[in-house]
Each structure stands twice: as structure tokens, then as C-alpha cells.
């Protein structure tokens, strides 16, 4: 198990930029896929974007694609997703967890999150 640490949202108007991070705990992150999921208020947590144990091959959700990039650097334990032309169907809470890739299968644990609100 990996202990997750999300960061980076705050408040952006429509059409601007976030860098969210994820600092895991733990010797095996670079074992791990790993994902960001979003939840809206009154909404299911659902899935933003993914990347293997590697960082060789990455998949997105169809309403980020082309806006949102996940990275990983596996020296420092941090997954990342930036953010690009955001838009307000965007706002919620924001988590990172480990994953079956091919699924999207959540894992573990998820951490605290990070809220992202984008204003109109």
C-alpha cells in the first residue's frame, strides 16, 4: 500500500491552468498504475485520466482528452495532472489512487484530495 498525498487545485476562471501533484509514500510506487479521479458535488467519483507503473502509456476520460496530461516521475514518488482550458464541468474534488490500468479498477486507499473550482 501506498500513502497519497494530493495538491495543487484552488480557484481558476474558465479557460485557465492547474498542475495538481500526487506525493506517494512507500518504496513500491513505481509498481503501481496510477489514476486521478474527480467527484462533483451530488456526483460519483469518476475517472479523469490513468497511467502505468511506467509512465509508457496513458488513457484519459473523452471529456479531458486533449486538455488534461497525467505524468509521473517515479525518483520523486509524484504523479501529476495538468490541467489546460479548464472548464466549470471540471470543479470538484480531485483524487489520485493506485489502479488496474486496463480497468480503471481503483485499488487502494485514496487520499484526501485536492478541490478544483472553476468559475464561469
Known amino acids: 500500500q501506498v500513502q497519497l498525498v494530493e495538491s495543487g487545485g484552488g480557484l481558476v476562471q474558465a479557460g485557465g491552468s492547474l498542475r495538481l501533484s500526487c506525493a506517494a509514500s512507500g518504496r513500491t510506487f513505481n509498481t503501481y498504475s496510477m489514476g486521478w479521479f474527480r467527484q462533483a458535488p451530488g456526483k460519483e467519483r469518476e475517472f479523469v485520466a490513468a497511467i502505468t507503473f511506467s509512465g509508457g502509456r496513458t488513457s484519459y476520460a473523452d471529456s479531458v482528452q486533449g486538455r488534461f496530461t497525467i505524468s509521473r516521475d517515479n525518483a520523486k514518488n509524484t504523479v501529476y495532472l495538468q490541467m489546460n482550458s479548464l472548464k466549470p464541468e471540471d470543479t470538484g474534488v480531485y483524487y489520485c489512487?493506485?489502479?488496474?490500468?486496463?480497468?480503471?479498477?481503483?485499488?487502494?486507499?485514496w487520499g484526501q484530495g485536492t478541490q478544483v473550482t472553476v468559475s464561469s
Open positions: 489512487g493506485t489502479i488496474i490500468y486496463n480497468s480503471r479498477a481503483p485499488i487502494g486507499n
